[in-house]
Structure formats: structure tokens, C-alpha cells
């Protein structure tokens, strides 16, 4: 793909946003740094990638005022890994690896940004908190021993379905979760200011249900090779 047609994929994007105050952060995984380097120069300064070898590889390599969001299902054993790059991990998706981000965080005496996955999907293979688990931890006693972390919002994937129905029902109700506990009394540490939700396909499902972030990939860089 060239220069111009990331750019002009940038453009027809942003074009067509129903909110221009939502980020769009583009998602660069498998994609090599000169494609990354082309969506930059268009004005990209947020990336997302799902796996922590190719964070690691890239952002040394790529201009330094570069955000990098982990995007994918993070691992516990390499989260140390990121730290020093990172800039939010979306896909935080249970209690024991929020424990260990702030673990990480604190050998270097650093504050990660974090978004609380949760599980809106009617397919099994996605991960998260349900909805219980988020109340019984943000007023519970063990999230005021995390000081090495900050807690922006909440991310959600939809079923992957051609559904709009089914989509927007699952956008819906995370949003609904999202305003709910935005009026409780949480700890300092939490900030609910971000649902991170849409992708190629739905971004715009996502941003009528009140995405602040979107997740954008083939529609940008085109289609990936796996190879």
C-alpha cells in the first residue's frame, strides 16, 4: 500500500466520523514500521498493537512521542515487557493482571493508563469482567493498594456477526455500565473518562452508542498477511 493511500484512507475515515472528538487510534499490528512511519506523517500519533514482540520491536524504532495501546490479550508473564512503552492497555481483563501492570509499573517508578476490558460478547472466546466483577472491585478495598496505576474507562469487543442488531445491543449495554459507574463513589485512581469501542467494521455503530476511542485497522493499512 502507498503513502497516498493510507492517507487517503486516514481522511475518508475521519470524514465520515460522527464525533471528530473521538481518537482514533490505528491499529498497526503485522504492519511494517515504514506503513506506520506513512500513517504518522498523515497525523496518527495513536497506535495499537496485540502483541507485546512487536510493541517492543517498533516503538525504538519509530518516532518517540508515539502512543502505543496494547490492544490484544496481554499475557501476566509480559507485561514487563511493555511498561516502558506503553502509553494504555486496553485489554485489561481480570483482576490478577491489573495486579501485575501495577507491579511492573512500580519497579520503575512509573503510572500506567488502563481500561477495564469487559466481556459484552455473545462468543465465548473473548475475555473480561462481567459486570459484577467490576463493582465488587472499583469500591472494594483492594484497588486503593494499586498507586501504580490509573483507570480511564472501560473496552469492549462486539460479536463478531454481520448482526447490527446484535452489535449495538452489545455497545449499548457497556455503555450503559460505563454511565453507571461514572456516579459511583470510586477511588481516586479511577477516571471514567474512555470506552474503547469499535473497529473497521462498526466504528460507527460503536460512535452512535458514545465510543471516545476506536479501534481502526484494514481500513487504514489494508489487509494483513498472517505469514
Known sequence: MQATDISKNLKKIRDTFLNQDCLLVAVSKTKP??????????????????????????????????????????????VKFIVPFIYLIHSVDSLRLLKQINKEAKKINKTIHCLLQVHIAKEGTKFGWNKEELNEFLLGDEIKSMHNIRIKGLMGMATNTENTEIITEEFRTLKVLFEALKVQPLPEIVDMKEISMGMSGDYLLAQQEGSTMVRIGSAIFGSRNYN
Open 33 to 78: 514500521i515504514s506503513a506506520i512511519q506513512e500513517a504518522y506523517d498523515a497525523g496518527i500519533r495513536d497506535f495499537g498493537e496485540n502483541k507485546v514482540q512487536e510493541i517492543i520491536e517498533k516503538a525504538p524504532a519509530l518516532p518517540q512521542d508515539i502512543k502505543w495501546h496494547m490492544i490484544g490479550h496481554l499475557q501476566r508473564n509480559k
